[in-house]
T-cell receptor, first 113, second 111 residues
Framework: EPEVTQTPSHQVTQMGQEVILRCVPISNHLYFYWYRQILGQKVEFLVSFYNNEISEKSEIFDDQFSVERPDGSNFTLKIRSTKLEDSAMYFC???????????FGPGTRLLVL | QKEVEQNSGPLSVPEGAIASLNCTYSDRGSQSFFWYRQYSGKSPELIMFIYSNGDKEDGRFTAQLNKASQYVSLLIRDSQPSDSATYLCSHGSSNTGKLIFGQGTTLQVKP
């Protein structure tokens, strides 16, 4: 069964460093998303992406964040200068259409020291 | 702020009982509703989706939607210890697919 994959599963970084989180969405899906979940809190929307453009972003998704689909399979989230409060689980998701079911990847646990 | 509200629980039921999980939402424009299950440290896993008012059944799970009352529920029949998890209610209300999640209800099924 097709699934969303994410790498790395865990990432530890120093405050101020750049990190890139990678995702491979399900192959026939056209809509891609990033969410994050701080430990003990709810899942929060970061950004949606369609046709090589951001279609919506949340207030969390400020200038330190960017997304890219560098090739036909990968979808990346870059955090330019990490802060302590960026420590969270980051989930990638994809769907065929915007209001259809979103399938989540296993997540990347990011720890900023 | 468009919110999704859930009782955080924990909701504790004995094995074999019916578990009832409830959710309210504030955005009247919401069109699609999803229940995800999340085990500790894992990603959300889809359980049910519902778009229309009424009930939708899939195996041991029944989702109920009442748009007039802005209320969604999930019933789990014959609860099993493996159903012990956090259940996330969410809705999508925009053409971009953005999902808004509640904080989740922790369900404990005791053998």
């Amino acid at each position: 069964e097709p699934e969303v994959t994410q790498t790395p599963s865990h990432q530890v970084t120093q405050m101020g460093q750049e990190v890139i989180l990678r995702c491979v969405p399900i192959s026939n899906h056209l809509y891609f998303y990033w969410y994050r979940q701080i430990l003990g809190q709810k899942v929060e929307f970061l950004v949606s992406f369609y046709n090589n453009e951001i279609s919506e972003k949340s207030e969390i998704f400020d200038d330190q964040f960017s997304v890219e689909r560098p090739d036909g399979s990968n979808f990346t989230l870059k955090i330019r200068s990490t802060k302590l409060e960026d420590s969270a689980m980051y989930f990638c998701a994809s769907s065929t259409f915007p209001l259809e079911t979103q399938y989540f990847g296993p997540g990347t646990r990011l720890l900023v020291l | 702020q468009k919110e999704v509200e859930q009782n955080s629980g924990p909701l504790s039921v004995p094995e074999g009982a019916i578990a009832s999980l409830n959710c309210t939402y504030s955005d009247r424009g919401s069109q699609s509703f999803f229940w995800y299950r999340q085990y500790s440290g894992k990603s959300p896993e889809l359980i049910m989706f519902i778009y229309s008012n009424g009930d939708k059944e899939d195996g041991r799970f029944t989702a109920q939607l009442n748009k007039a009352s802005q209320y969604v529920s999930l019933l789990i029949r014959d609860s099993q210890p493996s159903d012990s998890a956090t259940y996330l209610c969410s809705h999508g209300s925009s053409n971009t697919g953005k999902l808004i999640f509640g904080q989740g209800t922790t369900l404990q099924v005791k053998p």
